[in-house]
């Protein structure tokens, strides 16, 4: 008797110790499976998003993305940046468009300065190109040259004075490679930059083969493909009547910002915004029409940037152009206390 009574507790804990492994047999793969769904979600999420695609111009090269890249990796998004050759119109939108291929799913195309004369090029007849945003740069019609349209619009500092061509290895005749003067390129391409910053600029720059400002563009991708345009008020190089009159005739969706030629190297924050813009109308094409058809969803517009809430009690002004004698109270303590005591909050 005494030794069934031991024994009964004994497999009273093996019977036990059965159905603990019975049931972690069974949440074992029940949870393999709930993280394969989560992960496969996880892929088909990211397969929605487009790739980013940038596109440097004249006198500049991919580092000058450096700022936006950032951000948008940040948040996820696939991003290149590939080289654009400077060599003529023709070969640099062939080049591009090659690139382009080589990518699998929507893309977003971004070209700064002369970059956007090649992604109207590149991107035509492409149905994986479903935005395009230009930054401070050049978006021509069909047969449009880039020294023509600088021509109609005077005041740009990108100027035969300003030019030092030289010679390359196989050149047609009169054509070379130019750069901005070292001596001008802070006040033409980087006005408004740290001065330390414009001359390093101006020693990595890249130059373009003459020949690409002389050369007819074609077919313009924004006939068909939503666009969007970042135009710096303050750039010298093109001058900013004529990226409006370019951006008008695209139909595209502008934003203005106080900033030089240069505008993704000063405000990379604003240019970022922007192409979200143009991802989120990807995302919702039912919802973001051009701005040319109608009110765009609030979801296609840039996304303002978060705010920190104030310390409690300290009066902040609602934004950077408002009255600085017009406060808003954030803290409903202070105002409780202000009430108490029959004070009230002062306006001009």
């Known amino acids: 008797m005494n030794i069934t009574r031991i024994a009964q507790p004994g497999r009273l804990r093996l019977v036990i110790a059965a159905v603990i492994v019975a049931i972690a047999g069974l949440l074992i793969p029940l949870s393999q499976v709930a993280s394969a769904r989560t992960a496969e979600a996880a892929a088909a999420g990211d397969s929605s998003k487009p790739s980013i695609v940038l ?13 936006v890249i950032k951000r948008l990796q940040a948040d996820g998004y696939t991003v290149y940046a590939p080289p654009n050759p400077l060599h003529s119109l023709p070969y640099d939108t062939a080049y591009l468009a090659d690139f382009l291929h080589s990518i699998s799913g929507p893309i977003v195309l971004v070209g700064h300065s002369y970059g956007g004369a090649v992604i109207t090029n590149a991107a035509t007849g492409d149905p994986q190109v479903k935005a395009l945003v230009y930054v401070d740069a050049f978006a021509p019609a069909r047969g449009q040259t880039l020294a023509q349209l600088l021509a109609a619009y005077p005041g740009s500092c990108a100027v035969p004075a300003n030019l030092h061509v030289v010679p390359f290895p196989g050149a047609p005749s009169g054509v070379g490679d130019a750069y901005i003067k070292q001596s001008v390129f802070p006040s033409c391409m980087a006005n408004g930059l740290p ?5 390093v600029l101006a020693v990595t720059q890249l130059p373009i083969a003459t020949i690409a400002l002389t050369q007819k563009s074609g077919v313009p991708a924004w006939k068909t493909i939503p666009s969007w345009a970042v135009v710096g008020t303050a750039d010298h190089a ?22 030089p030629h240069l505008s993704m190297i000063s405000n990379p924050r604003t240019v970022t915004n922007v192409i979200l813009q143009a991802v989120r109308a990807t995302s919702y094409p039912g919802l973001c029409p051009r701005a040319a058809t109608g009110t765009v969803d609030r979801r296609c517009l840039p996304r303002a940037p978060a705010r920190q809430a104030p310390p409690v009690g300290v009066p902040q002004l609602r934004s950077a152009g408002d009255r600085p004698d017009l406060v808003d109270l954030p803290s409903r303590a202070f105002r409780a206390s202000q009430r108490r005591t029959g004070s009230r909050s002062r306006e001009g």
């Open 55 to 67: 596109v440097h111009g004249a006198w500049a090269d991919t580092s000058s993305w450096h700022g």
């Open 238 to 259: 093109i001058p900013p009547a004529l990226q409006l009159a370019m951006a008008h005739t695209a139909h595209a969706h502008v934003t203005r910002v106080d900033a």
């Open 195 to 199: 001065a330390t910053e414009a001359h």
